[in-house]
């Protein structure tokens, strides 16, 4: 990819857009795919300043600008907050504008090559064969496999940082003018290497020739693997991923206790109808938009019935009771988490936010909300008796985005 972002293309953007602003500490507070649904810059922590360097990175994926445009508004961005980040100046702006649009141009050649793969089943990895090539990626280079080769779940690029390597779809006419055939399956040697976090040194697996948060594709943790995306109400299908350093869940303090604003609904005892009816009654109607404390909204609609409604346990647990107090648990929680599942069908990565409030009740349950963040689609709610830090431990988990 030359010095100019040579993008737009919509599937690069539609990649970098759909991501949400994460704050972290350190590059290792996110791991491998789960840069797919974030957006993130080690040790930018304010919310103003991620947004200000997402927009100087949109711009170069979308409008093609330089790296000197993108310092220029870097400059500006740390300036305006003050931000005394790690590194020199070219160095750190360069990370920033390179790791980002490279990731978004692989990505978007991936959704690419995945959507025409019947017509070109074939991916071929290309290195730029000069002095700086790594010497496993100028090894890898006119490796040719088809596109559901699991060879490229590790080997997609970017394969490193600064990794100038891509790749290219193509036909079996394409080998034949190109003077290519398929290539052999490709051996992977697994390496162990030692990674430092801010809460020590963990030691993790990657393949030999690409370096360590590298081994994943950035098109399957963004778009998927040849399947359509599915409702999170298939939630067996959804594998957790925990952050390298295990997230932010230690020693945390009980919950706050809050009463509620809102007064519970009746049981429908089993009743869809009158389930349904008790949600239309909490919302105002079929669907209602909520905005959390961080500006994030969440929609909650029949989609929440529906999940219900799969199961029979669900259906006679009486949780519609608690409908009327999920707009509260949305605007004033008392902790949002982010956490990551991976789609065990299409590989594809999501960020989930989940909101935790606790209410003084009858019985002293605190009502706990999970909400996908992938465009802010409801996913479902559960609700604890007595819930204490440690009852709550499997709910506290991934990274803690507010805390009242």
Partial sequence: MPEVADLPFKEAIDFYRRKVNLPTKSYTDLWEGMHGPAFVVAGAQQATLLSDLREAVDRAISEGTTIEDFRKAFDKTVARHGWDYKGGRNWRSRVIFDTNLRQAYNAGKWEQANAAKKQRPYLRYIAVLDSETRPEHRAWHNTVLPIDHEWWRTHHPSCGWRCRCTTQSL?????????????????????????????????????????????????????????????????????????????DAVNLPELPVDKPKAKLAGYAR??????????????????????????????????????????????????????????????????????????????????????????????????????????????????FAGAKARTLAGVRQGRLLYRR
Wanted: net charge neutral.
């Fill in 171 to 247: 036909a079996s006419r394409d080998l034949k003018s190109l003077q290519l055939t398929v290539s052999e399956d490709p051996k992977v040697e697994w390496v162990s290497q030692e990674v430092k976090t801010p809460q020590g040194a963990v030691t993790v697996r990657t393949p030999k020739g690409i370096d360590p948060g590298f081994g994943y594709n950035p098109g399957i943790a963004g778009f998927g693997h040849g399947a359509d995306l599915t409702s999170l109400r298939n939630a067996p299908r959804f594998e957790p991923i925990m952050p390298l350093d295990g997230g």
């Fill in 270 to 383: 089993g009743n869809e109808a009158k389930m349904r009816a008790t949600l239309r009654q909490a919302l105002g109607g079929e669907e209602k938009t909520f905005t959390d404390p961080i500006g994030a909204k969440v929609v909650i609609n029949q989609a929440l019935a529906d999940h219900i409604a799969e199961d029979r346990k669900r259906l006679l647990d009486g949780r519609e009771r608690f409908f009327p107090l999920l707009g509260e648990a949305i605007e004033a929680p008392a902790e949002i988490w982010v956490t990551w599942a991976r789609d065990n069908t299409t590989g594809r990565v999501l960020l989930r936010r989940r909101y935790a409030k606790r209410f003084e009740l009858e019985k002293d349950q605190a009502l706990i909300l999970v909400c996908d963040c992938d465009n802010g689609r409801w996913s479902g709610f559960t609700t």
